[in-house]
Antibody
């Protein structure tokens, strides 16, 4: 079964750091572009960032709101993707989802999400 | 950045009736290499992650009931639920994936009248 499972969310003070993890099963993460999307309480969906696939050198891109504070890395041995979040702000409070960006297809697989609270 | 605007914010439709949601992008999302519009529709139920319904503006994802259909091209798109069922109560989002930053519409809440 194709699946994504996020972990690592929690409560952190403003200015602090948190590292989220997204583990894939049923497919090889390195073959795919992967995105992080967040949803603040009662709000809509906001794209956070992307890690391109291995063939593209795992190039990363970020939303302006998190650029310079967030980074994305991969661990091929664990088939996982991490989102390192530094200098956290209260407005980063959200449920964070990782999603598989199928080629020209949209986000076809989503994790259940992990909650980050900055307070 | 491509701005994506959805309307209405919410709508209430009787069971078995048609629901229509509109989505407009600030620039064309037509990908010339395959002549496909890089626009997707997602359904999100409370406490759940979004679920991909439609990609390429009009292609249903595997397993999605055929009462869901997408149409449109360029900058104007529509999601139609032809005969609303109780299980269709949810938030619906459109998203352009033509360029980063990927952008979502603000969402439309569909309820039963």
């Amino acid at each position: 079964e194709v699946q994504l499972v996020e972990s690592g969310g929690g409560l952190v003070q403003p200015g602090g750091s948190l590292r989220l993890s997204c583990v894939a099963s049923g497919f090889t993460l390195s073959d795919h572009f992967m995105d992080w999307v967040r949803q603040a309480p009662g709000k809509g969906l906001e794209w956070v960032g992307r890690s391109r696939h291995k063939a593209s050198g795992y190039i990363t891109e970020f939303a302006a709101s998190v650029k310079g504070r967030f980074t994305i890395s991969r661990d091929e041995s664990n088939n996982s993707l991490d989102l390192q979040m530094d200098s956290l702000k209260t407005e980063d409070t959200a449920v964070y989802y990782c999603g598989r960006a199928a080629f020209l297809h949209g986000l076809d697989v989503w994790g259940q999400g992990t909650t980050v609270t900055v307070s | 950045d491509i701005v994506v605007t959805q309307s209405p914010d919410s709508l209430a439709v009787s069971l078995g009736e048609r629901a229509t949601i509109n989505c407009k992008s600030s620039q064309s999302v037509l990908y010339s290499s395959n002549n496909k519009n890089l626009l997707a529709w997602y359904q999100q139920k409370p406490g759940q992650p979004p679920k991909l319904l439609i990609y390429w503006a009009s292609t249903r994802e595997s397993g999605v009931p055929d009462r869901f259909s997408g149409s449109g091209s360029g900058t104007d798109f529509t999601l139609t639920i032809s005969s609303l069922q109780a299980e269709d109560v949810a938030l619906y989002y459109c998203q352009q994936y033509y360029s980063t930053p990927l952008t979502f519409g603000g969402g439309t809440k569909v309820e039963i009248k």
